[in-house]
């Protein structure tokens, strides 16, 4: 069975410190790639996609990056934390192959308060 | 006009009352439908897809209007444990790229 692995659960950083998020999924090949942002009280912004090693896709200007080094590795990053950036960090898989079974599943999700 | 709207709520209801969610969708091209459920501080699950026929899986029923582009979530005979925020969500896109538009959610409280 598929798995997503993401973390830290938690993470507390200052103001201009940088950032690495890493998310790995199991159990799948090439799947779509997503990490999402929900800040407190608000819907899932979607900040970046990836349909294979290399390929990203940015959904919003932002502060932030990603990568993906390996076909089940997806990694949020940043250079300087900025206070917006704090928020519920989530990502996500989906299986490409037909649109009925595009179905998503989340990680558990990061934490991320920027002090 | 948000690409997917949902009522916020929350929607405060006594064990046992059937309750209803309506979701509307401004993209034309959408061509899946889900909802998913969130726990506070957890993470998005599936409940369930939403199929142009309508379905429905235990107390749960789903229904999805092209025309009018609005799906809906009935919830029949509600626990406490249906607390929670309930996410529509619709999908597009071509040749094996989907991109997910999330609602930011409808409350649900259940109560004693």
């Known amino acids: 069975s598929q798995t997503i692995h993401q973390w830290p659960a938690t993470l507390v950083q200052p103001v201009g410190s940088p950032l690495s998020l890493e998310c790995t999924v199991e159990?799948?090949?090439?799947?779509?790639l997503y990490w999402y942002r929900q800040a407190a009280g608000r819907g899932l912004q979607l900040l970046f996609y990836?349909?294979?090693?290399?390929?990203i896709s940015s959904e919003v200007p932002q502060n932030l990056s990603a990568s993906r080094p390996q076909d089940r590795q997806f990694i949020l990053s940043s250079k300087k934390l900025l206070l917006s950036d704090s928020g519920f960090y989530l990502c996500?898989?989906?299986?490409?192959?037909?649109?009925?079974?595009?179905?998503?599943?989340f990680g558990a999700g990061t934490r991320l308060s920027v002090l | 006009r948000k690409e997917v709207e949902q009522d916020p709520g929350p929607f405060n209801v006594p064990e046992g009352a059937t309750v209803a969610f309506n979701c509307t969708y401004s993209?034309?091209?959408?061509?899946?439908f889900f909802w998913y459920r969130q726990d506070c501080r957890k993470e998005p699950k599936l409940l369930m897809s939403?199929?142009?026929s309508g379905n429905e899986d235990g107390r749960f029923t789903a229904q999805l209007n092209r025309a009018s582009q609005y799906i809906s979530l009935l919830i029949r005979d509600s626990k406490l444990s249906d607390s929670a925020t309930y996410l529509c969500?619709?999908?597009?896109?071509?040749?094996?790229?989907?991109?997910?538009?999330f609602g930011t959610g409808t409350r649900l409280k259940v109560l004693a």
């Open positions: 996500a898989w989906s299986v490409r192959v037909s649109l009925a079974k595009n179905i998503q599943y």
């Open positions: 159990g799948t090949s090439n799947p779509n």
């Open positions: 990836s349909v294979g090693i290399g390929q």
């Open positions: 993209n034309s091209a959408s061509q899946s």
């Open positions: 939403v199929y142009s």
């Open positions: 969500v619709v999908s597009l896109g071509t040749s094996g790229t989907y991109k997910y538009i």
